[in-house]
């Protein structure tokens, strides 16, 4: 079983869509029993807190419904549980940096580093911030991308 936690700032918008992602997708391709997977917040602000409307929206356009979800913070508990730590952009590693000072395991990734390098429009860059932008769309072709990579990066 590969347990993955998808991080971002609040664990409202990219995370949480990109856990829904990423389950639907493991599910649709027959792997689902595969993995354990949620998200988290680097910040304490939104805890508690249900998905942003327009990322449920967001979802829901995509034929993923009845994403419950609750905002929570990571915890130094979950790098010892979890097998992947994928944070959505560089200020979310400064972020997990002050919860989860060494990462000895390499257990900490950036979701779009796990695209192909020749993939220069992703690879390598920050997920889309639509708490900010307010672009919805540009946020799921990134995590929609990033995440079919690292499917199929688990599933080779």
């Not at 304490?44 to 929570?72: D, F, K, S, V």
Request: proline residues 3%.
């Amino acid at each position: 079983m590969n347990r993955i936690l998808f991080v971002c700032h609040g664990n409202i918008c990219r995370s949480v869509t990109a856990e829904f992602v990423f389950k639907d997708l493991a599910a649709r391709a027959g792997v689902a029993h595969l993995f354990e997977v949620d998200s988290a917040a680097t910040s304490r602000e939104e805890i508690g807190n249900p998905i942003y409307p327009m990322a449920l929206r967001t979802l829901e356009a995509h034929g993923i419904h009845g994403a419950q979800h609750a905002a929570r913070q990571v915890t130094y508990e979950d790098y010892q549980y979890y097998d992947h730590l994928i944070l959505m952009d560089r200020e979310n590693l400064s972020g997990i940096r002050r919860i989860i000072p060494d990462d000895p395991q390499g257990k900490i990734s950036l979701l779009l580093d796990h695209t192909d390098a020749t993939d220069r429009s992703h690879h390598g860059r920050d997920v889309a911030d639509p708490w900010y932008t307010r672009d919805f769309a540009a946020a799921w072709e990134d995590i929609t991308v990033g995440c079919r990579a690292l499917l199929q990066k688990m599933t080779v």
